[in-house]
């Protein structure tokens, strides 16, 4: 089951449509107990373990959405922002830390 905290509905809401319908297909295909990788998803231990980041690109930027596997299949989508450097900012993997701690 995917889940998503309030704060990060309201960050993908922000996102162009094209990306929103990626986010749609990955979401489902994660739902369906497919494991994702590069280009699409890639771990992100730093946040923390189970932790890793959908990829996507348009037009207008690169966007990453941050989630965590917990468990009898159940994901949570922890953090959405659009990526301006070439690494992800520390003020995301600050607010992805804090979030994913609400959550476990």
Request: charged fraction near 30%; proline fraction near 5%.
């Amino acid at each position: 089951m995917i889940r998503s905290l309030k704060q990060c509905q309201r960050e993908i809401a922000d996102f162009p449509e094209e990306v929103r319908e990626d986010l749609a297909d990955a979401l489902a295909r994660l739902n369906e107990g497919h494991k994702l990788s590069l280009p699409l998803s890639r771990p992100m231990p730093i946040i923390g373990k189970g932790v890793h980041e959908l990829r996507f690109r348009d037009r207008s930027g690169i966007y990453r959405v941050i989630y965590v596997l917990v468990g009898n299949g159940n994901t949570w989508l922890i953090h959405g922002f659009m990526k301006k450097t070439g690494t992800t900012p520390k003020a995301n993997i600050d607010v992805a830390k804090k979030r994913l701690k609400e959550i476990r």
